[in-house]
């Protein structure tokens, strides 16, 4: 799980949607992927911080991206 601060939170809320956006993929689509419902990756879009460190790879990879594309951490 991440540590993030609002802005953090909403940045990362953002990269998540666009990314899965790019790759033409609905919510439904990548909640099947990651073997969970609709509902739960909506959350989970909605408090990236909570997101374990093997979903966010999953979700990288998915979306064709660095982990760092998406969760973006403070330096």
Do not use: C, W
Request: net charge neutral; charged share 35%.
């Amino acid at each position: 799980m991440f540590d993030y601060s609002s802005r953090h939170r909403e940045e990362a809320q953002m990269e998540l949607i666009e990314a899965r956006k790019k790759e033409r993929y609905t919510q439904q689509n990548v909640a099947d992927y990651l073997g969970v419902s609709q509902i739960t990756y909506a959350t989970m879009k909605k408090n990236p911080g909570d997101i374990t460190l093997d979903d966010a790879r999953r979700l990288a990879s998915l979306f064709k991206v660095d982990v760092r594309d998406i969760f973006p951490f403070e330096r």
